[in-house]
């Protein structure tokens, strides 16, 4: 099994971040190598910065990825926007750690190099998405 040096901060006062064991069970599901990581939950002002920074988009978004580094480990950060989570899961009827579940998955994938730009591409991460977040007991995020 990889190794996991992970680091979770909480810069929003969400009541319903889940807590540290329950973020290293969904990276763990999802990792392939020995792996070093952050994830930061902030509010929307935070999350609409750094995606405008990074991205160019004026809105916070669910989950940034940043992978700073590949050897000796897989190295990065995972952002995820705390009101974003909440507004998302209730509109696809969701519970809400059912979709930091699903983001953490998300974001781990994308620093492995998975991306969902090309539709092969898109279709291949659902795939091991779907895939770990069954095997966590979480139902297909993807499913109407």
Not at 43 to 55: K, P, T, V
Not at 91 to 118: N, R
Request: proline residues 6%; contains cysteine.
């Amino acid at each position: 099994m990889p190794q996991l040096d992970f680091s979770l901060q909480v810069a929003t006062p969400a009541a319903d971040v889940p807590s540290v064991s329950q973020f290293k069970r969904w990276i763990r599901a999802s990792l392939r190598v020995d792996t070093s990581l952050t994830i930061r939950i902030v509010d929307a002002e935070e999350g609409q910065q750094l995606n405008a920074s990074y991205r160019g988009k004026d809105y916070a978004t669910n989950v940034l990825t940043f992978p700073l580094a590949e050897e000796p480990c897989l190295m990065g950060d995972i952002v995820i926007c705390a009101p974003v989570i909440s507004r998302e899961a209730a509109e696809q009827g969701k519970s809400v750690l059912a979709h930091y579940a699903h983001m953490t998955v998300h974001g781990v994938l994308h620093m492995h190099g998975y991306d969902h730009e090309v539709e092969a591409q898109a279709a291949l991460m659902e795939a091991l998405e779907i895939g770990i977040l069954q095997k966590l007991g979480f139902p297909n995020p993807y499913a109407e």
